[in-house]
Each structure stands twice: as C-alpha cells, then as structure tokens.
C-alpha cells in the first residue's frame, strides 16, 4: 500500500472540493426540496436547509478560505430555480450573481467546475411532473443554453447533471427525496428523460462555448455491489444486475447513444452517443447485495451494509480499494477522469483524515496503474445541509456554525491543503 512512500501526483493536476447550491446557499425556496424538508417527517434530524451556510452571501469568504488552503479548482451548481423562477422567465439579476460568483473564483486563480443540476427543480416545473414530463427534456435545454451563453466564457468545466442514478432512486424507487414516488415505471421515463436532456446540454454547452478547453459530462455515482455470499449463483446475480443498472447503464448510454435493457429495449437515442468529454467519478462506499424474496418490486435485490465492517456516519462502508476498483472499471471508457465527489460524514475529524489518506493511496495507486485521473474535488468544502438526513451530519473541511454561520477550519483542512499545494501525499503528514 505505499504505505510509508511520497506520493507524486501528474503534473496540473486539478485539487478541490465540491458543493452544491442548495446544500449551502441557504434561501432556496422556489424549488421543490425546499417544499418537501418543510413537510413533517422528511429530514432525519428534524432540520431544514434554512439559511444553511449562507453561501450566497458569503461566497467571498469561502473562496478566500479555498484560496488559502492552495487548492486550484472548485465545483459548484447553480439553482435552476433562481435562474429561472418561473417557466420561460429568466433572471438577469441572478444570472448576474452568478457571473459575479465564477469572477470571484477566477480572480482567486481558482478553476470552476460548473454543475447545472444538482438534485433540486424549480417548484413549477415539480408542479408539472418534474422529471417524468417528457417537455422537461427541452425546458432543460433551454436553460442550458442560456447559462452556456452567459456564463460559458467563464467556465470550462460541465457537469450536466449530477449523479442521475442516484437521483432517480431515490426520488422514485425509495420515495424519500422528492417527489416522493415509489414507481419503477416512473424511475425508467425519468432516466430516460434525464439521458435525452443531458445529451441535448451537452451539444447545446458545446455549441455556445466552442472553446477548445470546454469539457462536459456528468457526475456519476459509482457504489461498489458486491454479492453479500459470494458462494450463492442468485446473490452473484443480483449483484451483476444491480452494479449493471447502478453503475453502468447511464455511462453505456452517453457512450453508445443506446437504451439497454432492462430501461430501454437497444433502441437508439439520437444525440446521445458519445456525450461525456470526461468522466466524473463520485466514490463513496459498497454494498452488499442478496437475492430477498420479500423484494418482488426491488426485482428481489436487497442492499445491505457489510456486517461487521468499519462505517461513517450515515453507515456506509469505509472502503477505500473500492475506490480503486471503480477507477480501474472506468478506464474501458478511455475518457479523462475527475474524481467529482469523495468524502466522509462524520464528527471524528481523526476518521476523515484517515479517510482521505486512504483514498488517495488508492487514488494515487490506479493513476499509476494507468487510470487517466486529472483531478480530485473533495466532498466537501464545509459542513451542508445533507438532504434527507438534514443539516447534522458533518461532511465538511470546514466546520460550520451555523447559528453564527463562523467557520472553522478542521485539522483536515489542513492536511489537504498541504496535498494541493505540494501535489503529493506525504503520509508523514497524517501522522
Ligand atoms: C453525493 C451528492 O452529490 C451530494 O449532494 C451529497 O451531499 C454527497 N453525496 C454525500 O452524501
């Protein structure tokens, strides 16, 4: 494992975090989680995203902290809902903050990774059917297309959408972010429609931003599946579909513009093939999966949390050689690759550095096995409202208080920068 080795990062590497607008914003209500963390019983923790971190208003302070950690890169996401607030009608005024947030990451020698959706719809397009209206497709577009012709000389770096599988289940399959659905019929339309949209943004990115430097694709989630009892054909099986469906299906489409089963029939998409300039790689965890005959409408895949195993927070596996598997899974693409997301919730600081020198010894380990992996945004910049499980759990670099909104560092924070700034991995610093 290298253990006791510096660690050389390639040259021009990309270093950074990642967020996403209505995880630290704060104020976002015109879209549709801001409408169902106000419902009873939605958020873990009893909490709703609020102000969250204020980041709308306080962009130049957390950009300071990225300047002074040395990092050179950053994601974020813009809100569709702000953007436009109302169907067809598109705001200057935010369009403006926006520009002035990318500026305020320029003028700090810090390269933005832009990503256009990131879990959250305005309310009225919710209000419309949300991702299961096929007229999404083109009102995605649309706004596509505007933020490419406004903010396109500002960014070179695309993220369509946001871990579309991950969306779709949770939204559909396990009704527990919005809207709440618990249909597999409506998970297929809404992946097929997440598929054709990202594909029209993709050329309408490209096409508005001819640069040769502009870059899109998605984040995708990749969980490893393994079968929870190897020796078991249908528990191997399972775990085969689940990592097809899971892990593949969507990266497949963007690459050969075909539907495959069990979502589509083979059928071709126009537009489709070949949209991903890069691929972006969110790596958390794995799951263990077993054939359940108790889950007819999970076409009897059950997941589950390896017994026994070390856990963050939210009880996901800490399972840093998946990472390297995953990385090594996605060379067959022959893409760049960015790691969009890696990150560990937990209250014990101490945990997450281990986390983080686990993980890039992986990293570090599938570059040299020659893995074509050109940056790495850590999850996240600071502490955010995480979704269902609400804004208790601690995910960041950066602690926040978010009765004062003051911001603290972790020791972390520190160790990663040391990281960005030397572009190597010096485990002595961990110690
Ligand atoms: C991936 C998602 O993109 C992000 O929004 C979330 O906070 C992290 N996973 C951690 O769960």
């Known amino acids: 494992m290298n253990a006791g080795k510096t660690l ?3 040259k021009g590497f990309l270093w950074g975090t990642a967020t996403a607008a209505h995880q630290v914003e704060g104020g976002n209500r015109n879209n549709d989680w801001w409408e169902w963390e106000h419902r009873r019983g939605t958020i873990a923790d009893g909490t709703t995203s609020e102000s969250a ?3 709308y208003n306080r962009y130049n302070e957390d950009f300071d902290l990225v300047k002074g950690f040395g990092h050179n890169a950053h994601r974020l996401s813009l809100e569709w809902s702000r953007i436009e607030p109302k169907e067809g009608v598109f705001s200057s005024a935010e369009l403006a903050h926006y520009r ?5 990451l320029h003028s700090r020698g810090i390269e933005p990774m832009l990503t256009l959706h990131h879990f959250t719809n305005p309310l009225w397009l919710a209000k419309m059917g949300g991702w299961e209206n096929p007229r999404v497709v083109e009102y995605f577009t649309r706004y596509a297309k505007v933020v490419a012709s406004e903010l396109g000389s500002l960014v070179r770096f695309w993220v369509t959408i946001n871990e579309p599988t991950v969306y779709t289940y949770m939204s559909y399959i396990q009704g527990v972010w919005p809207p709440g659905a618990k249909r597999i019929r409506s ?5 097929t429609n997440l598929l054709r949209a ?3 943004a993709y050329h309408v990115i490209h096409e508005a931003s001819p640069g040769p430097g502009c870059s899109v694709g998605i984040a995708k989630h990749i969980r490893i599946l393994d079968p929870l009892r190897p020796g078991r054909v249908c528990d191997r099986a399972v775990a085969r579909l689940s990592d097809f469906v899971f892990n593949r299906w969507f990266l497949d489409a963007i690459e050969t513009g075909r539907l495959a089963w069990p979502i589509g029939m083979g059928q071709k998409v126009q537009l489709l093939s070949a949209t991903q300039d890069f691929i972006g790689l969110n790596y958390y965890t794995r799951e263990m999966t077993r054939f359940s005959l108790s889950k007819p409408q999970r076409l009897f895949i059950e997941n589950l949390t390896r017994p026994g195993c070390a856990t963050n927070d939210l009880r996901w596996e800490i399972y840093p050689e998946g990472f390297y598997r995953a990385l090594m899974d996605l060379k067959k693409y022959a ?4 790691v969009t997301e890696n990150g560990c919730a937990t209250p014990d600081d101490a945990l997450r550095r281990s986390y983080l020198r686990d993980h890039l010894v992986q990293l570090h380990r599938a570059i040299s ?4 992996v050109r940056g790495y945004f850590h999850w996240s910049l600071i502490d955010n409202f995480e979704w269902a499980e609400g804004l208790g759990r601690k995910l960041g670099l950066v602690a926040v208080d978010y009765a004062t909104q003051a911001r603290a560092p972790r020791p972390s924070a520190w160790v990663y920068a ?3 700034q030397g572009n190597k991995l010096d485990p002595a610093w961990f110690e």
Do not use: S
């Open 8 to 10: 050389e990062f390639p």
């Open 53 to 55: 971190c204020d980041q």
């Open 100 to 104: 002035r947030v990318l500026e305020a």
């Open 187 to 191: 998970a297929a339309i809404v992946m």
């Open 198 to 200: 990202h594909a029209l």
């Open 335 to 338: 893409r760049p690759i960015y």
């Open 369 to 372: 096995a020659g893995a074509d």
């Open 418 to 420: 040391k990281i960005a």
